[in-house]
C-alpha cells in the first residue's frame, strides 16, 4: 500500500486567491494524492512568498499574496501533506542573487558562468551557484531564505531540488571560480600553508608502487601554481597526478571536495531551519544511484541521512536506458537498491516522471513535425507509421491532419497538447504504479500535476489510487 501518494505541482497554477488555492488542492486531493510537493523557489530565482529577507526577489503578486498560508490551509482542512518545494543552486540569469552578486557563480576553466553553455541545440540560460564559496550565495542567500520560510511556515518539509552540481551540461567542468581555485588545494592538503614552497619528497621511495608513498602528504601542486592561468589550473587539478609521474588521479580529490559542500550545504540548512522550527522535516529529490551522482554532480545522498529525513530519488523513464518494459524491470531492480541505500533516511518515496512515459507516443509525433519543416515527407511517413494505428482508433481527426500534411508536404501545424487524451494510453502510468507498490514502497511522488491535465490522466490516477487509501 503507497502511504503516500504525493505530486510535484506548480505555484502559478494554484492562483492567487483563497477560493482558487482552495479549488486547486481539492482536485488533487480528490484523486488520491495526500502530499502536495509545491513550487515555491523557482529555477528563475524567484519566490512564492512574502519574504521579507530578500523582497527584491519575490515574484510579482506573491508580495500581497500569501501563496504558502492559503495552501497549508486548505491542505490541513483536508488532512493533506505540504511540502514545500525549493530549487537550491539553480538561478535565472535575471535573478536577484545573479544580479547583485555575480561573483557567486559557478565558473568553468574559462572562467564562464553555466548561461555561455549551448544545451540541446539551445543556449542555456540557468545560472548554476557556486556551492562552496563563503561567503557566497549558499550563506548569504539561500540559507537565509530558507530558515525565513521554516519560520513563517509550518510545512510538512521543506524540499531540495537541485541540490548538486549541473549534470546535464559538463559535470567534470564545474566549478573553478575563484574561491574554488583558491579552496580545492587548501581543502585537499596539496601544499602546506607553513611551508609553502617546500616540496617534501620522500627521504626513500622504497615501495614498488609510487602511490604507495602517499603518508608524508608531499607538496602537489607545480611550484609554478601561481603563475599559471585559470585554465591550466584548473586542467591540474582536474587531470592531474598526486605524485608527479604518477597516475592522473587528482580528479578524486575534485570530486570529494564536490561532494563535500553538498553534504555541508544539507547539514547548514537542517541546522538553521530546526533551530527555529524543531519538529520540521527536510526532504530532497536527488539522482537514482547515489554511487554514480556522486561522482558526476557531488550528490551522494547516502551522506545526506542526518539532514535529511525523507529521500525522493528521481526515478524518471529518461533517467534509464531501453523501451517501456525495461523501464519497468529497471525500476523494480532500483528501487530494491534505494531501499538499502536510504537505509538510514526516516522515509523513502519514488518519484516517477509522467511525461516520459510516452516517448513511443510523443517522440513519433515531433519526429513528424520536424521532418516536414525540413521538407522531406517521405521521413515524416516512416514516424507516421509508428503511431498511424492508434491514431486513427483514437483521433481520427488529428490522423487526417497528419495524413493531409505528408501527402502535402506542408509543415504540421497540429500541436502535441491538441491531440485526444485518450491518444495517451494510461496503462502506462497504471503500470508505473503498480511497479513502485509491488516493492513495498512507502510512497509515489508524480512529476507533475501539470501532466495530468496534458496525458489526461486524472481519472487514471483516481483509478489507481483508489486502492491506497485509508
Known amino acids: 500500500m503507497l502511504k503516500t501518494r504525493g505530486v510535484w505541482c506548480g505555484s502559478h497554477e494554484a492562483g492567487k486567491d483563497q477560493r482558487s488555492v482552495a479549488n486547486y488542492v481539492e482536485r488533487m486531493h480528490a484523486a488520491g494524492f495526500n502530499a502536495i510537493f509545491v513550487h515555491l523557489k523557482g529555477g528563475d530565482g524567484r519566490l512564492y512568498w ?63 558562468p553555466t548561461n555561455h553553455e549551448t544545451l540541446r541545440g539551445s543556449r542555456f540560460t540557468g545560472l548554476w551557484m557556486c556551492p562552496a564559496r563563503r561567503p557566497g550565495y549558499t550563506d548569504q542567500w539561500l540559507i537565509p531564505l530558507l530558515k525565513e520560510f521554516a519560520e513563517m511556515y509550518d510545512v510538512d518539509s521543506i524540499h531540495h531540488d537541485y541540490v548538486r552540481y549541473p549534470g546535464d551540461l559538463a559535470p567534470d567542468q564545474y566549478c573553478f571560480c575563484d574561491d574554488c581555485l583558491d579552496q580545492i588545494p587548501i581543502f585537499n592538503g596539496c601544499y602546506s600553508k607553513t611551508f609553502p614552497t617546500e616540496p617534501f619528497y620522500h627521504e626513500s621511495y622504497d615501495r614498488e608502487y609510487l602511490e604507495a608513498h602517499w603518508e608524508q602528504s608531499p607538496r602537489v601542486l607545480p611550484a609554478n601554481w601561481n603563475l599559471l592561468d585559470r585554465a591550466s589550473r584548473s586542467r591540474f587539478l582536474l587531470e592531474g597526478s598526486f605524485f608527479q609521474g604518477g597516475r592522473n588521479d587528482l580528479d578524486y580529490f575534485f570530486y570529494n571536495y564536490r561532494k563535500y559542500w553538498i553534504t555541508q550545504f544539507t547539514r547548514e540548512c537542517a541546522e538553521a531551519v530546526r533551530a527555529v522550527r524543531p519538529n520540521i522535516q527536510i526532504s530532497a529529490a536527488v539522482f537514482k544511484n547515489p554511487v554514480h551522482s556522486g561522482r558526476f554532480i557531488g550528490q551522494d545522498w547516502r551522506e545526506f541521512a542526518p539532514y535529511v529525513d525523507i529521500a525522493v530519488p528521481m526515478d524518471y523513464r529518461d533517467h534509464f536506458p531501453g523501451d517501456f518494459d525495461t523501464y519497468l524491470a529497471l525500476l523494480a531492480e532500483t528501487i530494491q537498491s534505494q531501499q538499502r541505500w536510504a537505509a538510514d533516511f526516516k522515509s523513502l518515496l519514488i518519484g516517477c516522471a509522467i511525461n516520459f512515459l510516452f516517448f513511443e507516443e510523443e517522440r513519433p509525433l515531433n519526429a513528424i513535425r520536424g521532418s516536414l519543416k525540413q521538407g522531406d515527407p517521405a521521413a515524416a511517413n516512416v514516424h507516421f507509421a509508428q503511431i498511424s494505428d492508434r491514431l486513427q482508433a483514437e483521433d481520427p481527426s488529428a490522423h487526417a491532419a497528419i495524413s493531409r500534411c505528408i501527402q502535402s508536404g506542408s509543415p504540421l501545424e497540429l500541436e502535441n497538447d491538441s491531440v485526444a487524451k485518450s491518444f495517451w494510453p494510461k496503462e502506462k502510468l497504471l503500470r508505473v504504479i503498480e511497479t513502485v507498490a509491488a516493492q513495498n514502497s512507502a510512497g509515489i511522488v508524480l512529476f507533475c500535476e501539470d501532466h495530468l491535465h496534458k496525458y489526461g490522466l486524472w481519472d487514471a490516477v483516481t483509478d489507481a489510487f483508489a486502492q491506497h487509501r485509508d
Request: net charge negative.
Open 50 to 112: 512574502p519574504s521579507k529577507t530578500k523582497p527584491e526577489a519575490v515574484a510579482p503578486g506573491y508580495e500581497s499574496f500569501d501563496l504558502p498560508a492559503a495552501l497549508l490551509q486548505e491542505c490541513r482542512k483536508r488532512s493533506m501533506q505540504m511540502h514545500a518545494w525549493l530549487i537550491d543552486f539553480f538561478e535565472g540569469e535575471n535573478g536577484a542573487a545573479y544580479r547583485q552578486h555575480p561573483e557567486w557563480a559557478m565558473l568553468d576553466p574559462r572562467g564562464r
